[in-house]
């Protein structure tokens, strides 16, 4: 919009790079926070594992508190999630962002979870159908245990898109502790890595399941050794 060489166009450009340094400074002190280094390197390491690394991104409202410098409460946090508790309602299709659902699943403190029933509103009658898990419904290796301690629940967190804006809801096996919402994203906050891309699967191949065969030869063969 401004000549070459102009003074309107030298303050344009000015105005530009110092933009752009600003969005580079915020980037970077985003990434530290969220502490994204380490979130990188354990999902190449799941990858390396299970054949995919999942990392969720979300808004975290407990992180700092409103002020003139910064009228708003919470920041970007992320976490890399276990491909075991994570579903994909199209296994085939590998753009994670044309994914029809995504179901996230976790364990929680039962307290915990009637307590923000009550903040969502629930009624009394639906908060008394939160029920701990029983041991064999929960495939988790040390459930029984956590069991003992501390009455846990497995929660259900659903995501999905309806008209280009993405929802969604969580729940139990039996109750709803919160209704669809919309969250204001146009796209899913997940971003995946494949370790092996594997034709028509979003999980890819692994760098472990290949060697298990050899392994179990070499210890096969080691044990006749040693007979």
């Not at 994203?185 to 092996?196: K, V």
Request: charged share 25%.
């Amino acid at each position: 919009p401004f000549g070459a060489g102009s003074a309107e166009g030298e303050a344009f450009s000015d105005e530009i790079r110092d933009l752009g340094e600003l969005l580079n400074r915020l980037t970077s002190v985003t990434w530290e926070k969220a502490k994204l280094d380490f979130i990188c390197s354990r999902a190449v390491d799941r990858a390396a594992a299970t054949g995919i690394g999942i990392a969720y991104f979300y808004w975290d409202k407990s992180v700092g508190s409103k002020s003139k410098e910064s009228p708003f409460l919470g920041d970007i946090r992320a976490e890399c999630l276990d491909a075991m508790y994570v579903g994909f309602g199209n296994p085939n299709e590998l753009d994670v962002q044309k994914q029809p659902y995504i179901v996230v699943s976790g364990r929680a403190d039962l307290d915990s979870l009637i307590t923000e029933a009550r903040k969502n509103g629930l009624p009394e009658d639906e908060i008394k159908r939160l029920n701990e898990d029983e041991p064999e419904q929960d495939k988790y290796s040390g459930a029984e245990h956590s069991n003992r301690e501390n009455r846990k629940v497995t929660v259900y967190t659903h995501f999905w898109k309806e008209n280009g804006n993405v929802y969604f809801a969580k729940s139990t096996q039996s109750v709803m502790l919160k209704n669809p919402a919309k969250m204001n994203l146009t796209q899913y906050p997940f971003a995946i890595f494949n370790w092996e891309e594997r034709m028509d699967c979003i999980y890819g191949n692994d760098e472990v399941s290949s060697i298990i065969p050899n392994q179990r030869a070499i210890n096969g063969l080691l044990a006749m050794d040693l007979m």
